[in-house]
């Protein structure tokens, strides 16, 4: 039967893994806020003070820089739990002290299936490029080119809405469906009649006016282009040369 005296030990030795455990859990959580959640109330000082306040601060930002670069590692790659499996494995047998220990890596797996969606989340929404492209309309008019330079009709012209903004703005065209029509149709923000997608509400966009941008109450930007035949099969070559270097990318992947 065992003395209290020994069960006394394995019980500060259980407490002291299970605080170890949270310390773990705490730093990583808080990395996660600083570098991928942007709170900017967390720092490095208030991790060390909060979760390590016995450890030197040499020895916390060794421990800090360590964790950050291993989590950013797996963010980065987007481990699924095979490559995060097989990733931790061999950071605990490497030697010295840029390994893992067996807790680290523990705690590192089970932060990474409790966060991952969220870091890639937050990983997308900071490479996403603003403005971005919210909506694209576009026509083929006959007449616009001809009637601009005063020349004869000089073939066919394509006219292109761009609709740019940034994100949690509001859109200024608003799908609805006509009661007596079938389809998808946009509603004008600024008269509010009812057009088919793909053309111009004469109010909404000055057709005559070429490359303008024009700022909606709801701060989309419109860009209207002007295209002819030539420029359309240039567009359509650098956007197969675009398709195919992603196909490129992720069939080598």
């Known amino acids: 039967m065992p003395s209290c005296t020994a069960i006394h030990v394995t019980t500060r030795a259980n407490m002291a893994e299970v605080d170890a455990t949270k310390s773990l859990s705490g730093l990583l959580n808080g990395i996660a806020q600083k570098v991928y959640y942007n709170n900017s109330e967390i720092t490095e000082e208030l991790l060390r003070s909060e979760l390590y306040p016995e450890m030197s601060p040499d020895e916390f930002t060794a421990l800090h820089d360590k964790m950050k670069g291993l989590l950013k590692s797996i963010a980065t790659a987007d481990m699924d739990h095979a490559q995060l499996e097989a990733f931790l494995t061999a950071q605990t047998k490497k030697q010295g002290g840029g390994g893992l220990s067996a807790e680290q890596a523990a705690a590192l797996s089970r932060f990474w299936k409790s966060q991952r969606v969220r870091v890639k989340e937050s990983l997308v929404a900071h490479s996403r490029w603003e403005p971005s492209l919210r909506g694209l309309s576009w026509r083929v008019d006959l007449q616009t080119a001809a009637s601009r330079r005063g020349t004869a009709h000089s073939g066919l012209v394509a ?3 761009l609709e740019l903004g940034r994100t949690g703005q509001v859109p200024k065209l608003r799908e609805s469906r006509s009661a ?9 923000a600024q008269c509010h009649c009812t057009t ?10 000055d057709l005559n006016v070429a490359n303008k941008s024009s700022k ?4 989309s930007e419109f860009v209207c ?12 070559k650098k956007m197969a040369d675009i398709q195919e270097s992603i196909d490129r990318i992720v069939h080598s992947t």
Do not use: M, R, W
């Open 196 to 205: 088919v997608q793909h053309y111009y509400c004469p109010i909404q966009v």
């Open 180 to 188: 007596d029509q079938s389809g998808p149709y946009s509603q004008c």
């Open 216 to 219: 909606a109450e709801e701060d």
């Open 159 to 161: 006219l292109v809405e």
């Open 225 to 236: 282009l002007e295209f002819d035949e030539t420029k359309v099969n240039q567009v359509l």
